[in-house]
T-cell receptor
Framework: GAGVSQSPSNKVTEKGKDVELRCDPI?????LYWYRQRLGQGLEFLIY????????KSGLPSDRFSAERTGESVSTLTIQRTQQEDSAVYLCASSLSQVAYGYTFGSGTRLTVV | KNEVEQSPQNLTAQEGEFITINCSYSVGISALHWLQQHPGGGIVSLFM???GKKKHGRLIATINIQEKHSSLHITASHPRDSAVYICAVRVGNQFYFGTGTSLTVIP
């Protein structure tokens, strides 16, 4: 597609359930990023993929969070045993490469944990 | 202390005014980004800088690596420029964000 696509756009889940968020980057973009924005707060970096590899996972808030990317394309962010503090908009962005190009952001997944 | 500080936090301007938003950072960076977030939440990447100055339309971004400071300027501001402007820096594989500057341009 022409832009970065994220699904679902909205997700309401019960506390303790697992959720999976999906990001389809722009075709050919090797760099992919996940961010989180809690209500009323700034952006928070979660993880970055170069190709299918994530060189640094230290931005993930806890071991309940994991992410993977396959085929240098789709990425999934999985949150296990969701907690209310996980409620946020999860944003994905992609770039031709990490070094020289700007980002294109998806429209985000609004996650609400009840 | 936040690695990235923005000022002002809030800014109201009359249409046509020249606007400056400042960003200071305390870490060694690989690149600095200016992002624009509209009220609906969508984010657009405006600039990526590692040195000097970039211009796109009415937007100008500058960076001074020695002083660890960047500015975003908007010339001839317009109500459609109303948004939150976020400064972000990349340090290795990590990113740090400013808390944003909320800009309102009044017709």
């Amino acid at each position: 597609g022409a832009g970065v696509s994220q699904s679902p756009s909205n997700k309401v889940t019960e506390k303790g359930k697992d959720v999976e968020l999906r990001c389809d980057p722009i075709s050919g973009h090797t760099a992919l990023y996940w961010y989180r924005q809690r209500l009323g707060q700034g952006l928070e970096f979660l993880i970055y993929f170069q190709g299918n590899s994530a060189p640094d996972k230290s931005g993930l808030p806890s071991d309940r969070f994991s992410a993977e990317r396959t085929g240098e394309s789709v990425s999934t962010l999985t949150i296990q045993r969701t907690q209310q503090e996980d409620s946020a908009v999860y944003l994905c962005a992609s770039s031709l490469s990490q070094v020289a190009y700007g980002y294109t952001f998806g429209s985000g997944t609004r996650l609400t944990v009840v | 202390k936040n690695e990235v500080e923005q000022s002002p936090q809030n800014l109201t301007a009359q249409e046509g005014e020249f606007i400056t938003i400042n960003c200071s950072y305390s870490v060694g960076i690989s690149a600095l980004h200016w992002l624009q977030q509209h009220p609906g939440g969508g984010i657009v990447s405006l600039f990526m800088l590692s040195s000097g100055k970039k211009k796109h339309g009415r937007l100008i971004a500058t960076i001074n690596i020695q002083e660890k400071h960047s500015s975003l300027h908007i010339t001839a501001s317009h109500p459609r420029d109303s948004a939150v402007y976020i400064c972000a820096v990349r340090v290795g594989n990590q990113f740090y964000f400013g808390t944003g500057t909320s800009l309102t341009v009044i017709p």
